[in-house]
């Protein structure tokens, strides 16, 4: 599932291609939105809430998206190829010198821009919020030590604790935290849980690639996150996965026992 980052760094692509722009042709494939025709309105702005995208348009209106696990934005040239299938296309907005196509996303809906906070208001701060302050921060402290029982990973990839950290950066943030994903949260420091992570998506916010570890090379970007053939990017050893989480929100695990001591999984 696309991170905050990724979120964040498609919204501002789709702001530089519209925003300012008049529409001049729109499609939506989407069988609630099918005879929604937005041509001839504006585009205002575009705004990211974690892992929420909102495309916001003259007369208040804001269309919502969430990539989920295989969505994505793509502006092309008018005219040129698409490099994803026209099959997997479920909204198109054209302006005079862009193609914006939106393949494969989902939760599609048409909503009044004062009224995107019925999708995004029950998320906890956003780590890439750009007027982030010392209070921001305070919040998202505040919940994740509310729950001290729970485990780190779970507690991480709440969104309603802090939005935009994804399984890559839950479990990276683990490593550097010197702990384990099942780690109990009143076992870590909150306040520094919540400073690493807003660090690393900030790193990472404004280029494709996503590191961790600060090198982009390929295969030196992170410490554990899939490295179970390489190692520990740290001490070389050998890097167990498991299952955290139950049924369907249940995401593959890495981690480093010799870095990283604490409660985990049988094997």
């Given at each position: ?127 890439l919020d750009p007027e982030w302050t010392d209070e921001h921060a305070r919040r998202a402290a505040a919940a994740l ?123």
């Amino acid at each position: 599932m696309p991170e905050g980052d990724t979120v964040f760094r498609t919204g501002r692509t789709l702001g530089a291609a519209l925003a300012g722009t008049t529409l001049v042709r729109t499609d939506f494939r989407h069988p609630a939105l099918a005879t929604v025709d937005l041509a001839g309105r504006t585009v205002t702005d575009v705004r990211t809430v974690g892992k929420h995208l909102f495309v916001r348009f003259s007369g208040e209106l804001s269309l919502h998206s969430h990539l989920r696990m295989d969505g994505s934005w793509r502006v092309f040239r008018p005219g040129a190829r698409w490099t994803a299938p026209g099959h997997h296309a479920r909204v198109i907005l054209d302006n005079a010198e862009a193609n914006v196509v939106g393949f494969r996303v989902h939760d599609l809906e048409l909503l009044r821009t004062p009224d995107e906070s019925r999708l995004v208001g029950h998320l906890g701060p956003d780590l890439l919020d750009p007027e982030w302050t010392d209070e921001h921060a305070r919040r998202a402290a505040a919940a994740l030590a509310a729950d001290p029982g729970r485990e780190l990973g779970l507690a991480l990839l709440d969104q309603r604790v802090m939005a935009g950290v994804g399984n890559l950066y839950k479990t990276e943030a683990c490593f550097l935290l010197g702990v384990t994903p099942w780690t109990p949260v009143s076992e870590v420091d909150a306040e520094r849980v919540v400073a690493l992570a807003r660090r690393l998506l900030l790193a990472n916010a404004w280029r494709p690639e996503q590191s961790t570890t600060g090198e982009l090379a390929r295969g030196r970007r992170n410490w554990v996150y899939e490295r179970t053939r390489q190692g520990c990017f740290r001490c070389g050893g050998r890097v167990r996965v498991a299952t955290q989480g139950a049924g369907r929100e249940g995401r593959p695990t890495w981690f480093c026992p010799a870095c990283q001591p604490g409660p985990a999984p049988a094997r």
